[in-house]
Every structure is written in structure tokens, then in C-alpha cells.
Nanobody, 125 residues
Framework: QVRLVESGGGLGQAGGSLRLSCAAS????????LGWFRQALGKEREFVAA????????SYADSVKGRFTISRDNAKNTVYLQMNSLKPEDTAVYYC??????????????????WGQGTQVTVSS
């Protein structure tokens, strides 16, 4: 079983920055991809970014490309999402997810096997 625990959400200002963390435990993650998704109120959950645990290849949604950066710390089994140049439309619950047998860098919700509980990010204008 894999456990994912997000932290770092909260209130940010437009143009500002926040960093989310996702601590993973329960398995070795060599074949994994870790991703971030978000769900705004009244909307479907959408892909934000993902990273392969081995090699560190990344993928981003167009809406966050150039503003958000996903990274990982192998020693701490932690994935980060650095969010810069925040916009009010980034307001959502952010979820960390793990794909145990990732092929490439998955960006579909259905490809992920494990999910965290989510952390709220609110960006004020």
C-alpha cells in the first residue's frame, strides 16, 4: 500500500508563490510516476504536472507551464510542486497521485493508482 500526504496549501496572492509537498511512503518508487491534479469548485479534476521517479522526466498542463515546477527528492520520498506567478484561477484542491507502473509520463486521472487526501490552495486577486 502506498500512502501520499500533501502539505503546503493555503492562501496565496495573485503573482505570489506557494510550494506543495507530497510525502510518499509504503513502497519503493523506482517504476512510479508521481503527479499533481487539481479540482476547482464545480469543475472536474484536471492534470497539473507529473514526474517520473526514475530519471525525473516531467510533463505539465499548458495552463501551468512556465509557472509551476514539479520536482522530487529521492532521499525524502517527497515530490514538490513549486507554484509561481499564481492566478486566482489556480484556486482548487490539489491532489498528489501515484502511478505504480507508469508508462511514459501519465496525465490521465484513470492511470493513477493511489491518491492523497488533497490540500486547498486559494489565490486572492
Amino acid at each position: 500500500q502506498v500512502r501520499l500526504v500533501e502539505s503546503g496549501g493555503g492562501l496565496g496572492q495573485a503573482g505570489g508563490s506557494l510550494r506543495l509537498s507530497c510525502a510518499a511512503s509504503g513502497r519503493t518508487f523506482r517504476s512510479y510516476a508521481l503527479g499533481w491534479f487539481r479540482q476547482a469548485l464545480g469543475k472536474e479534476r484536471e492534470f497539473v504536472a507529473a514526474i517520473r521517479w526514475s530519471g525525473g522526466s516531467t510533463s505539465y498542463a499548458d495552463s501551468v507551464k512556465g509557472r509551476f515546477t514539479i520536482s522530487r527528492d529521492n532521499a525524502k520520498n517527497t515530490v514538490y510542486l513549486q507554484m509561481n506567478s499564481l492566478k486566482p484561477e489556480d484556486t482548487a484542491v490539489y491532489y498528489c497521485a501515484a502511478d505504480a507502473w507508469a508508462v511514459g509520463i501519465p496525465n490521465r486521472e484513470s492511470e493513477y493508482d493511489y491518491w492523497g487526501q488533497g490540500t486547498q490552495v486559494t489565490v486572492s486577486s
